[in-house]
């Protein structure tokens, strides 16, 4: 029942990554407090960020009332509290671990009407409303609640409560658990901050449904929870809603796959359904051609994509009091996704097949996968490439314009194929190599429907028109030529949109560690170098995307 000799903060253990790699501290008999460590500052932080002992773990049953809390090591510790406070039973909760006698303890307890918990479980929901906890010397809880201010007696002999100061910063180092490099007490405390809002977020999950096989790896590590059992995998619509429920939380699906009456099957239950995403900074390499995505969106009211209904991102971006300190960081990962020249689909290639320019205006149009449900939900009534050509020349009389195809239509593995001759009916070039980045690093304005295009050109200062209505359209930063978005229309800066979409809405997997991280994680990996591992299923869609090219042609 006690941290069996493990630092008070500490990682969770994160499925499929070392220890070591995890770890964010670590004993040591050569303390080296930063300067930076000061307790009163560290212990608010921790009081905040309510981390510290096994914070992942499940949650325990919490009494309506201040609960009086028992950590029994032994069989008699529980019936010496039973007896001791037979009067308050109603207030009395007694933890215990998971040994024979336990089962027995608690077959008790529950004939005494008094609730308990077995195992490991998460301190903080119930020592925040504790009146006093009882613990064996050593029980990390009697740390938490010093630091919560929670009054606290020993099971045993009577012994003084623990020093915070040595536990938390005499005889423990920190780390950064993505470059090892040392990390003083509350940047511990911020990281561990971090990973909780996820695990958090996280439990509201159950199940998940229409997820791609190749891909439920990798969603289990962005939506695990701390759970000891995995999460649960289905493209059945009623056996999706019947785990989440058991889980106590809703279903995740991947909009496209999303299983037949999955909608109606979680009504009629009241089990809310979350919707998945790539997010938009993605990985290196295309996800038609199988790469695995180091970032995803979890949207709980709809999908960014998505104009008939609000989701996450918009009610973000309507709402949030964007402070100044958030602001700063979004325009410096702003900074670094530019000069590292970063996208969606990894870092910009040099392409020396430009065409050369006219010398007039030159407008860059995306073309887009034309059954993408971007363009079924937010298209705005426009038919398809083609059509969004004939809209950008319409608009555009005298500019030079190129059209990109988009690249899983290009890597055959999509529809929206525009024949060359019929797109030159519009525009001077069709342009192919590189990357969309290096396109748009060309031009002096960018045409889009709904794609991403729009929003990384944004970035990189570049005029954007909208003829449909992306998640970017509609908040003064674009010029939009389809109806506008109800909900919309709070003027933003472009600060502000970057913290929205790239900083508080996706979750990040680290490439190197395999753990949540933060986007300026991501961007210096990518920055410097990291690469997906080829795999035979990507040299087989690779494959296979050629052929289909080649026939399509």
């Not at 005889?171 to 470059?179: A, F, G, L, M, T």
């Not at 670094?336 to 020249?341: E, F, G, Q």
């Not at 319409?394 to 001759?421: K, M, N, Y």
């Given at each position: 029942m006690t941290s069996g000799g493990l630092p008070l903060l500490r990682s969770p253990p994160y499925p499929g990554v070392r220890t070591d790699v995890a770890a964010i501290s670590a004993f040591t008999i050569s303390p080296m407090p930063s300067p930076d460590d000061n307790l009163e500052a560290v212990v608010t932080a921790i009081r905040e960020a309510r981390v510290g002992g096994s914070f992942w773990a499940p949650s325990p049953p919490v009494p309506s009332e201040p609960a009086i809390v028992v950590r029994a090591e032994r069989q008699r510790d529980v019936v010496a509290s039973l007896r001791r406070f037979a009067a308050e039973r109603d207030r009395l909760i007694i933890l215990v671990p998971k040994t024979r006698w336990a089962r027995k303890a608690q077959a008790a307890c529950r004939r005494a009407g008094v609730a308990t918990a077995r195992g490991d479980v998460d301190p903080w929901p119930l020592l925040v409303h504790a009146r006093l906890l009882l613990a064996h010397p050593g029980d990390e809880w009697l740390l938490l609640?010093?630091?919560?201010?929670?009054?606290?007696?020993?099971?045993?002999?009577?012994?003084?409560?623990?020093?915070?100061?040595?536990?938390?910063?005499?005889?423990?180092?920190?780390?950064?658990?993505?470059?090892?490099?040392?990390?003083?007490?509350?940047?511990?405390?911020?990281?561990?901050?971090?990973?909780?809002?996820?695990?958090?977020?996280?439990?509201?999950?159950?199940?998940?449904?229409?997820?791609?096989?190749?891909?439920?790896?990798?969603?289990?590590?962005?939506?695990?929870?701390?759970?000891?059992?995995?999460?649960?995998?289905?493209?059945?619509?009623?056996?999706?809603?019947?785990?989440?429920?058991?889980?106590?939380?809703?279903?995740?699906?991947?909009?496209?796959?999303?299983?037949?009456?999955?909608?109606?099957?979680?009504?009629?239950?009241?089990?809310?359904?979350?919707?998945?995403?790539?997010?938009?900074?993605?990985?290196?390499?295309?996800?038609?051609?199988?790469?695995?995505?180091?970032?995803?969106?979890?949207?709980?009211?709809?999908?960014?994509?998505?104009?008939?209904?609000?989701?996450?991102?918009?009610?973000?971006?309507?709402?949030?009091?964007?402070?100044?300190?958030?602001?700063?960081?979004?325009?410096?990962?702003?900074?670094?996704?530019?000069?590292?020249?970063?996208?969606?689909?990894?870092?910009?290639?040099?392409?020396?097949?430009?065409?050369?320019?006219?010398?007039?205006?030159?407008?860059?149009?995306?073309?887009?996968?034309?059954?993408?449900?971007?363009?079924?939900?937010?298209?705005?009534?426009?038919?398809?490439?083609?059509?969004?050509?004939?809209?950008?020349?319409?608009?555009?009389?005298?500019?030079?314009?190129?059209?990109?195809?988009?690249?899983?239509?290009?890597?055959?593995?999509?529809?929206?194929?525009?024949?060359?001759?019929?797109?030159?009916?519009y525009a001077d070039h069709v342009v192919r190599g590189g990357t969309a980045i290096a396109a748009v690093e060309q031009v002096d304005a960018v045409h889009v429907l709904t794609s991403l295009i729009g929003f990384e050109a944004l970035l990189r200062g570049k005029p954007v028109v909208t003829h449909g209505q992306p998640f970017y359209a509609g908040w003064g930063l674009t010029t939009d030529l389809a109806p506008p978005v109800a909900r919309r229309g709070r003027p933003l800066a472009l600060a502000a949109l970057i913290a929205g979409a790239l900083i508080l809405y996706p979750r990040y997997l680290d490439p190197s560690t395999d753990l949540p991280c933060p986007p300026e994680v991501l961007l210096a990996r990518f920055a410097t170098g990291a690469r997906p591992r080829m795999t035979p299923l990507i040299l087989l869609r690779t494959l296979q995307g050629r052929i289909a090219r080649r026939l399509s042609r």
């Open positions: 609640a010093t630091i919560l201010r929670v009054p606290a007696e020993t099971l045993a002999e009577p012994l003084p409560l623990p020093d915070l100061q040595h536990a938390l910063l005499g005889s423990v180092r920190y780390r950064d658990p993505y470059d090892g490099g040392v990390a003083d007490a509350l940047k511990a405390v911020a990281q561990l901050a971090f990973w909780r809002h996820l695990l958090d977020a996280n439990r509201a999950i159950g199940a998940a449904a229409g997820i791609s096989w190749w891909k439920r790896g990798r969603i289990a590590a962005f939506l695990w929870t701390g759970r000891r059992t995995p999460l649960r995998f289905t493209h059945d619509a009623a056996k999706a809603v019947r785990a989440a429920k058991k889980e106590g939380g809703g279903v995740a699906v991947w909009p496209a796959r999303t299983p037949q009456r999955l909608r109606e099957e979680a009504t009629a239950a009241g089990v809310p359904v979350a919707r998945i995403e790539d997010g938009f900074v993605r990985s290196i390499g295309l996800g038609s051609n199988f790469h695995l995505p180091y970032s995803i969106v979890v949207d709980s009211r709809g999908v960014y994509f998505d104009p008939s209904g609000p989701s996450d991102l918009e009610t973000l971006l309507a709402e949030t009091d964007f402070t100044p300190d958030l602001l700063t960081r979004a325009e410096r990962l702003a900074l670094a996704l530019v000069a590292n020249r970063i996208s969606k689909y990894g870092v910009a290639e040099a392409n020396d097949s430009w065409p050369q320019r006219s010398g007039r205006k030159l407008v860059l149009v995306a073309g887009q996968v034309e059954d993408d449900l971007s363009v079924a939900t937010g298209g705005a009534g426009v038919a398809g490439n083609l059509d969004l050509l004939r809209r950008a020349r319409a608009a555009e009389p005298d500019a030079e314009i190129w059209f990109r195809p988009h690249p899983d239509v290009e890597a055959g593995h999509r529809i929206g194929r525009v024949a060359d001759e019929e797109a030159l009916a």
